[in-house]
């Protein structure tokens, strides 16, 4: 059988291994026949040797220099044209025209840290310059920058072959920050891993970057993944999956001799508060609205509205109405792996069983091929929501649990027993928004991304997105894995203390040869100090 997706060590293809797997195609259940070969002990302690190796020149290669690199991939990547969308079609089941508009978000999100790294202020420079004279002590030169931490492990997500993988979220910062990244290709999509990879090596051939700033190794099991965690020269990991996968790295990570962050983006339920007013204004245009929210993508989706709450009031029959109708019209897509469909339909069901709650609609037209989710709601009473903990939880994929609370009081009562979530929506009129405060707040208190009458889908890449969350949602709500803050993940701040001109950063040296901004003495400028 031919053999071909080995594992990128550097610059290198290498492959020792004797397991190996093949590309699943989930609409035809069925596999394609190259095999890609799972990396062996030796190869990730290859791999890890190479990134500390070119970890130290590669933080020293000036920031314009590692943005002509991020350039560089993106140029590769669209070099790959068609074949790459196709391989992502065969490999996930997501439909052509929604890769399309992943793909230019990739670029886009890699050609931000581009445009980030030429700009330069990234490195939050500050200066105190010396007061030799100040009494009773003297006080010293001090400079502080933010510098790269060493290799990084990135693990993509199943459900965004170009956004949160080989080339995505986490790999793009890492890079922009001066760190080298080795991948743990993820099972699900193994030949769209390959050709990333490949654009990858050939953007860092292209602008002369060292070998082993970029690493890509099979596995479908998870001894590759574990390894390269507890390697001693791991300094962080970027995650995006389960809450299983992710508090199983986030715990090898702590329990090394030198513990390192893990950045998790695990579950949630992304709930959404709809407030009486805004019930009875917007009964017909929700249900709609909700409906094309819960069944975009099969459901697959980070951001899936899982929870919808209301009250008994003046226009919840129309709105559940308008939901189950709009549910019922929408038609079954196809999910990205037979374990994915599988779990979606066992927990799906085992909320359908729980007590006191009740089916309202299944979409009823159904595509051709395998592994095809439908899209389901159900509902329950506040009071049962509060009482049975197993309702709280995620179910990936197109399901949403409506809960219909007695009243504003009882509402309350239900989100303040839901933990850390990405996302929190409030639909609202403006004057419920003050008439409320205690449920605002509790919204607010446990969301990293709060929603004023808009469903959670779509993820914005700019500055001001958070793209993160309290836990469990994430494994540390101070960071975001979306946006140019994302780079703060895989920084560290660095002070120099009585250091000459000639010696420092450019970033820190009086004459400020990179214009950047800079925090001089409590003032911002980017002035040179005289
Ligand atoms: P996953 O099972 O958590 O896997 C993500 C990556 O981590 C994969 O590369 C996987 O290896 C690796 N991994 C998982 N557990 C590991 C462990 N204990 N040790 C070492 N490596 C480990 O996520 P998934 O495959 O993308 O999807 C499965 C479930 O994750 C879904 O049903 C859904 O519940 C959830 N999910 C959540 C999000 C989100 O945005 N929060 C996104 C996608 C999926 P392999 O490649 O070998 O499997």
């Given at each position: 059988?031919?053999?071909?997706?080995?594992?990128?060590?550097?610059?290198?293809?290498?492959?020792?291994?004797?397991?190996?797997?093949?590309?699943?195609?989930?609409?035809?259940?069925?596999?394609?026949?190259?095999n890609f070969i799972c990396a062996t002990a030796d190869e990730?302690?290859?791999?890890?040797?190479?990134?500390?190796?070119?970890?130290?020149?590669?933080?020293?290669?000036?920031?314009?220099?590692?943005?002509?690199?991020?350039?560089?991939?993106?140029?590769?990547?669209?070099?790959?044209?068609?074949?790459?969308?196709?391989?992502?079609?065969?490999?996930?089941?997501?439909?052509?025209?929604?890769?399309?508009?992943?793909?230019?978000?990739?670029?886009?999100?890699?050609?931000?840290?581009?445009?980030?790294?030429?700009?330069?202020?990234?490195?939050?420079?500050?200066?105190?310059?010396?007061?030799?004279?100040?009494?009773?002590?003297?006080?010293?030169?001090?400079?502080?920058?933010?510098?790269?931490?060493?290799?990084?492990?990135?693990?993509?997500?199943?459900?965004?072959?170009?956004?949160?993988?080989?080339?995505?979220?986490?790999?793009?910062?890492?890079?922009?920050?001066?760190?080298?990244?080795?991948?743990?290709?993820?099972?699900?999509?193994?030949?769209?891993?390959?050709?990333?990879?490949?654009?990858?090596?050939?953007?860092?051939?292209?602008?002369?970057?060292?070998?082993?700033?970029?690493?890509?190794?099979?596995?479908?099991?998870?001894?590759?993944?574990?390894?390269?965690?507890?390697?001693?020269?791991?300094?962080?990991?970027?995650?995006?999956?389960?809450?299983?996968?992710?508090?199983?790295?986030?715990?090898?990570?702590?329990?090394?001799?030198?513990?390192?962050?893990?950045?998790?983006?695990?579950?949630?339920?992304?709930?959404?508060?709809?407030?009486?007013?805004?019930?009875?204004?917007?009964?017909?245009?929700?249900?709609?609205?909700?409906?094309?929210?819960?069944?975009?993508?099969?459901?697959?989706?980070?951001?899936?509205?899982?929870?919808?709450?209301?009250?008994?009031?003046?226009?919840?029959?129309?709105?559940?109405?308008?939901?189950?109708?709009?549910?019922?019209?929408?038609?079954?897509?196809?999910?990205?792996?037979?374990?994915?469909?599988?779990?979606?339909?066992?927990?799906?069901?085992?909320?359908?069983?729980?007590?006191?709650?009740?089916?309202?609609?299944?979409?009823?037209?159904?595509?051709?091929?395998?592994?095809?989710?439908?899209?389901?709601?159900?509902?329950?009473?506040?009071?049962?929501?509060?009482?049975?903990?197993?309702?709280?939880?995620?179910?990936?994929?197109?399901?949403?649990?409506?809960?219909?609370?007695?009243?504003?009081?009882?509402?309350?009562?239900?989100?303040?027993?839901?933990?850390?979530?990405?996302?929190?929506?409030?639909?609202?009129?403006?004057?419920?928004?003050?008439?409320?405060?205690?449920?605002?707040?509790?919204l607010a208190q446990i969301s990293g991304r709060f929603i004023?009458?808009?469903?959670?889908?779509?993820?914005?890449?700019?500055?001001?997105?958070?793209?993160?969350?309290?836990?469990?949602?994430?494994?540390?709500?101070?960071?975001?894995?979306?946006?140019?803050?994302?780079?703060?993940?895989?920084?560290?701040?660095?002070?120099?203390?009585?250091?000459?001109?000639?010696?420092?950063?450019?970033?820190?040296?009086?004459?400020?040869?990179?214009?950047?901004?800079?925090?001089?003495?409590?003032?911002?400028?980017?002035?040179?100090?005289?």
């Amino acid at each position: 059988m031919e053999i071909n997706g080995k594992n990128f060590i550097g610059y290198n293809l290498s492959s020792q291994g004797d397991h190996a797997f093949q590309s699943y195609v989930p609409v035809k259940d069925s596999y394609l026949p190259e095999n890609f070969i799972c990396a062996t002990a030796d190869e990730v302690n290859a791999a890890m040797e190479l990134a500390a190796k070119a970890f130290p020149a590669y933080a020293r290669i000036p920031a314009m220099q590692r943005a002509d690199f991020l350039i560089a991939i993106t140029e590769e990547i669209l070099a790959l044209g068609d074949a790459l969308l196709e391989r992502a079609n065969l490999e996930t089941g997501l439909p052509i025209t929604r890769l399309q508009g992943e793909r230019a978000r990739t670029i886009n999100q890699l050609t931000q840290f581009a445009e980030l790294l030429r700009e330069g202020s990234w490195v939050d420079a500050s200066i105190d310059t010396a007061l030799p004279d100040r009494t009773p002590l003297p006080k010293p030169d001090i400079r502080k920058m933010l510098v790269p931490i060493g290799p990084v492990i990135v693990f993509g997500s199943s459900n965004f072959p170009f956004a949160y993988s080989v080339a995505g979220v986490d790999t793009g910062p890492a890079l922009a920050a001066g760190n080298p990244v080795i991948v743990k290709a993820h099972a699900a999509h193994p030949g769209v891993s390959d050709l990333t990879a490949q654009a990858i090596v050939k953007a860092a051939q292209r602008t002369g970057m060292p070998e082993g700033v970029f690493s890509m190794l099979y596995d479908d099991r998870f001894e590759v993944g574990a390894a390269l965690v507890k390697h001693p020269a791991s300094k962080a990991v970027g995650f995006t999956g389960s809450m299983k996968g992710g508090m199983a790295l986030y715990k090898m990570a702590q329990e090394r001799d030198e513990p390192i962050a893990v950045f998790a983006e695990m579950g949630s339920v992304n709930p959404i508060v709809v407030l009486p007013e805004y019930l009875e204004h917007n009964a017909l245009e929700l249900g709609k609205t909700l409906a094309g929210s819960v069944s975009l993508g099969a459901g697959q989706f980070c951001t899936n509205p899982g929870l919808v709450f209301v009250t008994k009031t003046q226009g919840l029959i129309a709105f559940t109405d308008s939901y189950k109708n709009e549910i019922l019209k929408t038609t079954s897509a196809t999910m990205l792996t037979a374990g994915i469909y599988k779990n979606y339909y066992k927990l799906r069901d085992h909320a359908f069983e729980q007590e006191d709650v009740n089916k309202l609609a299944v979409s009823e037209q159904m595509s051709e091929g395998e592994n095809q989710a439908q899209a389901s709601i159900a509902t329950v009473s506040g009071k049962s929501f509060i009482a049975n903990p197993k309702l709280h939880e995620e179910v990936f994929g197109p399901f949403s649990l409506l809960v219909i609370c007695e009243n504003t009081d009882e509402l309350l009562d239900a989100v303040s027993h839901l933990t850390g979530q990405l996302t929190c929506s409030l639909m609202a009129q403006e004057s419920e928004v003050n008439a409320y405060p205690e449920i605002v707040a509790r919204l607010a208190q446990i969301s990293g991304r709060f929603i004023l009458n808009g469903v959670p889908t779509g993820v914005e890449v700019c500055p001001s997105m958070h793209h993160g969350g309290p836990f469990p949602a994430t494994a540390d709500a101070k960071f975001t894995s979306v946006g140019r803050h994302s780079i703060l993940r895989f920084l560290r701040p660095q002070s120099y203390q009585g250091w000459p001109e000639a010696l420092l950063p450019d970033e820190l040296k009086n004459a400020n040869p990179l214009g950047i901004y800079r925090l001089v003495n409590n003032e911002f400028t980017k002035d040179a100090i005289k």
